[in-house]
């Protein structure tokens, strides 16, 4: 107990003589930082709760949770465990230490001990101290929910220095395992604010002009939010190659690469933006060795965020998404679009899919308009599977990934390997609706995105 006096409270008589500016301006300082910790204990408990192991024969009303931060140089960096309420710090910390496999010689006498420390003073909590006292703790307490850190300290040492560097280390460490983290995080932020700008272009005038046909619409609001995402990315990472919509239009090459590449459609669902139907997204992928890293769709009009990074999941506005799963082809609903080619052959392959679909029989065809929110729908479970010929890799990058981290399957047109660039998709449920839907299809000839001559 006496080390405990010492480490947290030698300011305070000071302080009380002195009764310093100062002082009031630090415990003020305190309270506030001890607020924010509350709160963010508060919202990080739910999350804890689903993920956290521990002992289960710990009763449900004695368990706290914490997010524990492990020794620096260990592998895994922190791991979510919960404890019970009535358990001293000594067997906390040995419990810790066997889920997270960590060398324990605390029953020895050696210089080192593995201690579990206050993620904001870095105190080493005394071995013989509960939990419970910690957590009604008035100075320093521990919040259901909240931090903590498990270090190996040597015996005559009871605090960690500087736990700000100790956090920004583990920080910095997360976001060299992840490189690309930080430039979805980056382009999140973009297409958010390129659908503020769509949102803004929606109620001024909109003047059209077409492309490859009379029906292929583009306006100057693609433009300029095309140059606007460009250039701000290009901006912050010089070395990384693009791939966008309305540059492609306006001659730039659209071969991929091993590089890094940000592939763009400002725009998805010009169209609809041209009429003003309430669904127009900005797509934003990101492909780095051909391989789909991370994908953005921002459907601006309903303001749904969906996002998705390689092994980590799908999400709309933070909640993640999951495809229906659907097998069965006979109770499947299908998202489509009839295109911008008015070829009187491709119109009538178009229609002949759609009946020989619609014949097996499915429940229905629907198509939104844009194959990015298309496939998004795909990726919430509110269709079943969509298919398309004749679109473009911007109008696949940033969804394709979506579809995929949501637990749906991207294939071919003719049931093979899905290929970015090859104008043609199916993003289904299962792999046995991609497949059924695969054998309906009669094939569309296209010219491939990276086609050079
Ligand atoms: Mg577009």
New binding site residues.
């Given amino acids: 107990m006496a080390e405990l006096e010492l480490g947290r409270h030698c300011d305070v008589p000071d302080c009380r003589q002195l009764e310093s500016k100062k002082c009031e301006e630090a415990k003020s300082k305190k309270r506030k930082g001890a607020k924010n910790s509350e709160t963010a204990a508060k919202v990080a408990l739910m999350k804890l709760k689903m993920h956290a192991c521990g002992d289960n024969s710990v009763p449900q009303t004695e368990r706290i949770y914490f997010q524990v931060f492990l020794p620096k140089g260990n592998k895994e960096k922190s791991k979510p465990m919960f404890f019970c309420s009535k358990w001293s710090i000594g067997k906390v910390v040995d419990f810790a230490a066997s889920l997270a496999s960590l060398k324990n010689d605390n029953n020895k006498s050696t210089s080192q001990k593995l201690r579990l420390c206050h993620a904001v003073s870095g105190e080493a909590l005394p071995f013989e101290h509960t939990l419970e006292t910690w957590l009604s703790d008035k100075d320093y307490p521990l919040y259901n929910g909240g931090n903590i850190i498990l270090e190996y300290l040597d015996n005559d040492v009871l605090f960690i220095e500087d736990t700000e560097s100790y956090f920004s280390y583990l920080l910095t460490s997360e976001k060299m395992a992840d490189p690309w983290q930080e430039c979805m995080d980056y382009a999140v932020g973009l297409a958010r604010k390129a659908g503020e700008i769509i949102r803004g272009a929606l109620k001024e005038e909109i003047s059209v002009m077409t492309k490859s046909s009379p029906v292929d619409l583009?306006t100057e609001t693609?433009q300029k939010v095309e140059n606007f995402i460009i250039s701000l990315i290009k901006e912050k990472y010089p070395s990384h190659s693009f791939i966008g919509?309305?540059s492609v239009a306006a001659g730039e090459g659209s071969i991929l690469t091993d590089n890094p590449t940000w592939i763009i459609?400002?725009?998805?669902?010009?169209t609809n933006f041209v009429h003003r139907f309430p669904f127009v997204a900005v797509?934003v992928g990101f492909v780095v060795n051909k391989k789909m890293e991370f994908g953005i769709v921002y459907s601006c009009v309903e303001d749904k965020m969906y996002t998705a990074r390689k092994g980590k999941g799908a999400f709309c506005n933070g909640q993640k998404l999951k495809v229906s799963g659907q097998e069965d082809i006979t109770k499947s609903l299908l998202v489509t679009e009839l295109g911008s080619n008015r070829d009187p052959e491709t119109i009538k392959i178009i229609l002949s899919n759609m009946e020989r679909l619609l014949s097996i029989p499915i429940h229905g065809i629907r198509a939104v308009g844009t194959a990015a929110v298309n496939m998004c729908l795909v990726a919430t479970g509110g269709a079943d599977a969509y298919y398309e010929m004749g679109i473009h890799c911007?109008?696949m990058a940033g969804a394709g990934i979506i579809v995929a981290e949501a637990g749906g399957v991207l294939l071919d047109v003719t049931g093979g390997p899905f290929d970015l660039m090859s104008r043609r998709i199916i993003a289904a449920s299962s792999q046995a609706i991609g497949e059924r839907i695969a054998k309906a299809l009669q094939i569309i000839p296209l010219r491939r995105d990276d086609a050079t001559n």
């Fill in positions: 583009v693609d919509e309305e459609d400002p725009i998805d669902g010009t797509s911007w109008d």
